[in-house]
């Protein structure tokens, strides 16, 4: 089945340490996005990628870091930098929003979530 | 980052009732978008709206693209139980590759 897997569904991150949580699409999806969610707050984005070998930051990528090698890929590492890690992590895909910018439909993951230890 | 006015934060509500809730912005936006998430998984997409006075339905679900650009609203008739959850808007403004997200209306249903 097409769709965007995230993993692992939980994770815990010790005082200091980068964690690194994995997103996958197999949709062929060029556009890719992760969001952080708190309750209440909604979503907010902390970085996107239009294409691979690219991305930007977005409203609250301090203490993130991406990568972007593959079309598929898109990982997201909490460095020892966030002080403040404990969320709802979602990842996104659409598709290649220069063919496509008036129809930003984003697929979400199940999500991961993070709690420090 | 901007967020839209989603309102109501939550509702309490009886089988059966119908619901109403709605976003607002003071942008203009050339796409809204609701979704729904369910507690612990991701937002899955309800409607999808491109035009000024638009009006789609999916089922017991219908929104519309307020004709100010502005706002959006989405009602859902005839309530069951698996209605529970959070429900966002979300909306792109033109030119940006971003969407911007409401910060969610939680519904709860009452058998």
């Known amino acids: 089945d097409g769709g965007i897997t995230q993993s692992p569904k939980y994770l815990f991150r010790k005082e200091g340490q980068n964690v690194t949580l994995s997103c996958e699409q197999n949709l062929n999806h060029d556009a890719m996005y992760w969001y952080r969610q708190d309750p209440g707050q909604g979503l907010r984005l902390i970085y996107y990628s239009q294409i691979v070998n690219d991305f930007q930051k977005g409203d609250i990528a301090e203490g993130y870091s991406v990568s972007r090698e593959k079309k598929e890929s898109f990982p997201l590492t909490v460095t020892s930098a966030q002080k403040n890690p404990t969320a709802f992590y979602l990842c996104?895909?659409?598709?290649?929003?220069?063919?496509?910018?008036?129809?930003?439909?984003?697929?979400f993951g199940a999500g991961t979530r993070l709690s420090v230890l | 980052g901007q967020q839209l006015n989603q309102s109501p934060q939550s509702m309490f509500i009886q089988e059966g009732e119908d619901v109403s809730m709605n976003c607002t912005s003071s942008s203009i936006f050339n796409t809204w978008l609701w979704y729904k998430q369910d507690p612990g998984e991701g937002p899955v997409l309800l409607i999808a709206l491109y035009k000024a006075g638009e009006l789609t339905s999916n089922g017991r679900l219908t929104a519309q693209f307020g004709i100010t650009r502005k706002d959006s609203f989405l009602n859902i008739s005839a309530s069951i139980p698996s209605d529970v959850g959070i429900y966002f808007c979300?909306?792109?403004?033109?030119?940006?590759?971003?969407?911007?997200f409401g910060k969610g209306t939680k519904l709860t249903v009452n058998p």
């Open positions: 979300a909306g792109q403004k033109g030119g940006s590759e971003k969407l911007v």
């Open positions: 996104a895909s659409s598709i290649d929003l220069r063919r496509e910018l008036a129809k930003n439909i984003q697929y």
